[in-house]
C-alpha cells in the first residue's frame, strides 16, 4: 500500500500515476472517507479522554453521595457515546480498508507510459551463437507430444490445464528445476521449500487480495489460498518484523507449484503448455534497501537472462508500460522467449519492483543505523524460470529431424543424454 502521509498531501501527483494503470480506485472517495474516519477517531479519543477523567473524579468522591451519584450518572451516558463512537469508526473502517487497498503502486518515471500490451518496449533481445533453427513445429503438434505431456488424463483427474508429465518429460521438467535452483544458489539466493497455501494476510500482504483478476483458488473450508507463486510465501516469511540494516540485501528463492485459474483465457494462447492452471516455477525474491532497490532489479533481471543464455534459447526483454504493469509494481520487466514452432513469444519471467508497497502492507521494516529509525524494505522478485514455456521453447527450438529432442548442453549432468526420444504415437 502507500504511505498515508503521501495520499493525503501528494494526492494529485498519485492519482496522475495510478490513472496511467488498469486498474480502477477512486482516491477521492478514499480521502472523504479517511478525513471522516480520523474525525470519528479523534472524537472517540476526547471522550475516553473525557471518561478516564471522570472515573478519577469519581474514584475521589464519597460513595452514596448525591455528588457521587450524580457523576456516575454522568460516566453512564458518557460510557454509551464512547460505545455509539467505537461502532461508529468500526463501522467506517471497513470501507476504509478497502478503498485503502484498492489504490495500486505508483508506477517509477522510467516506466514507458502505454495503455495495453502493444505498448510495451522491447529493450534487448538474444541469441544463440548457432542462430535459431529452421526445422521446428508447435510443440502440441509433435506427434509424440501427447504421450509425454497428457492433457486428456489431466482433465479426467483434475481439469483443463492440469497435465501429466511422463517417463522422460517429467526427468526432463526434473533437472530443469534441478538446474534453476543450482543457479540460484550460485548468484546468491538462499532457497527455502516453502507452503504453497498460505493464509488472507499473506496474501493480502503481497497484493494478490483482493483479487481484482480473479487468478487465486481459494480454499473456502479452511479459508486459505493456493499460491500464484512463491513470492507470496517467501515475502511473507519476513512479515511483521524489523531487520537490521546488515541483514540487507536478503536473496531467497523457492520451487514450488503454482495455481492460477486464469479466467477469461482462450484460443491459441491457451493451447498445450502456453497457459495452465498449474506448473512448477522456480521465484527468486529480494528485501533490499530503498535506496539500492533499482539497481538490484537489474541485477535481478540479469540473473533471469543468464538462465535463459545458459539453455541457449533466444529471448527478448519488454520494458512494461504503465497500461500492463501488475497492481503492486512499480517498475517491470519481462522476459519473452522466442518459440520457433508457434512463431511467437512466450513470456517465461516477470522481474519487479515494488518498492515499499508490500513491506508496508506486510509491516516489513530494516532498523538503520544512519538514523535509529526503522524504515521499509523495498520487495523484488522474478521468475527464475517457470517450467511450460520454457519447455515448450526448448521442445519446438530443439526438436531434430527425426523428432528427438537436442538437450540443452547445460543440462546434460541433469539429464545423462544429448538427445530424447520421446514415445512415437
Known amino acids: 500500500m502507500l504511505s498515508l502521509e503521501d495520499l493525503r498531501r501528494n494526492s494529485d501527483a498519485i492519482k496522475n500515476g495510478v490513472s496511467r494503470k488498469k486498474f480502477h480506485c477512486d482516491i477521492d472517495k478514499f480521502l472523504s472517507v479517511d478525513c471522516k474516519r480520523r474525525e470519528y477517531v479523534a472524537k472517540f479519543e476526547a471522550m475516553r479522554a473525557e471518561q478516564n477523567v471522570a472515573s478519577d473524579k469519581i474514584a475521589a468522591l464519597q460513595k452514596g453521595s448525591r455528588e457521587f451519584l450524580d457523576a456516575v450518572a454522568s460516566l453512564r451516558e458518557l460510557s454509551l457515546k464512547v460505545k455509539e463512537s467505537e461502532a461508529k469508526i468500526r463501522e467506517i473502517d471497513g470501507e476504509w480498508k478497502s478503498l ?41 503438434d509433435i506427434p509424440w507430444f501427447s504421450k509425454a505431456i497428457d492433457f486428456p488424463r489431466g482433465v479426467k483427474v483434475s481439469g483443463a490445464g492440469f497435465p501429466f508429465y511422463i517417463g522422460d518429460m517429467a526427468r526432463l521438467v526434473r533437472a530443469l528445476l534441478a538446474f534453476f535452483l543450482d543457479e540460484a544458489k550460485s548468484n546468491g539466493y538462499t532457497e527455502f521449500l516453502c507452503p504453497i497455501l498460505v493464509n488472507p494476510a499473506s496474501a493480502t500482504a503481497t497484493g494478490q487480495l483482493p483479487d481484482k483478476e480473479g487468478m487465486m483458488y481459494h480454499v473456502t473450508g479452511d479459508n486459505l489460498y493456493c499460491i500464484p507463486t512463491a513470492e507470496v510465501p517467501l ?10 540494516d546488515d541483514d540487507l540485501p536478503i536473496l531467497c528463492c523457492g520451487h514450488t507449484p503454482c495455481f492460477r485459474r486464469e479466467a477469461g483465457s482462450w484460443g491459441k494462447d491457451v493451447r498445450g503448455l502456453n497457459r495452465l492452471h498449474q506448473f512448477d516455477k522456480v521465484e527468486l525474491v529480494k528485501l533490499v534497501c530503498p535506496s539500492e532497490s533499482f539497481n538490484e532489479l537489474e541485477k535481478l533481471r540479469a540473473d533471469a537472462e543468464r538462465i535463459l543464455q545458459k539453455l541457449e534459447i533466444p529471448y527478448r526483454v519488454l520494458s512494461i508500460c504503465t497500461g500492463d504493469i501488475g497492481f503492486a509494481h512499480s517498475k517491470q520487466y519481462d522476459l519473452e522467449v522466442w518459440a520457433g514452432g508457434q512463431k511467437r513469444w512466450l513470456e517465461v519471467s516477470s522481474c519487479s519492483n515494488f518498492t515499499d508497497f508490500q513491506a508496508r502492507r506486510g509491516g516489513i521494516k530494516f532498523h538503520s543505523k544512519a538514523d535509529g529509525k526503522a524504515h521499509y524494505v523495498h520487495t ?35 539429464i545423462g543424454n544429448n538427445f530424447l526420444k520421446f514415445p512415437m504415437p
Request: charged share 15%.
Open 380 to 414: 523484488l522478485n522474478g521468475s527464475g524460470l517457470a517450467i511450460p514455456r520454457v519447455l515448450a521453447a526448448i521442445l519446438e527450438n530443439n526438436l531434430q529431424k527425426d523428432l528427438s529432442i537436442a538437450i540443452p548442453e547445460i543440462l546434460v549432468p541433469h
Open 235 to 244: 515475502t511473507n516469511f519476513f512479515r511483521d518484523e524489523i531487520l537490521g
Open 100 to 140: 485503502y487497498l484498492s489504490i495500486p503502486n505508483v508506477p517509477h518515471e522510467s516506466v514507458p507510459i502505454g495503455k495495453t500490451e502493444k505498448d510495451n518496449v522491447a529493450i534487448s533481445s538474444w541469441e544463440p551463437t548457432g542462430g535459431i533453427s529452421e526445422f521446428a513445429m508447435p510443440h502440441y
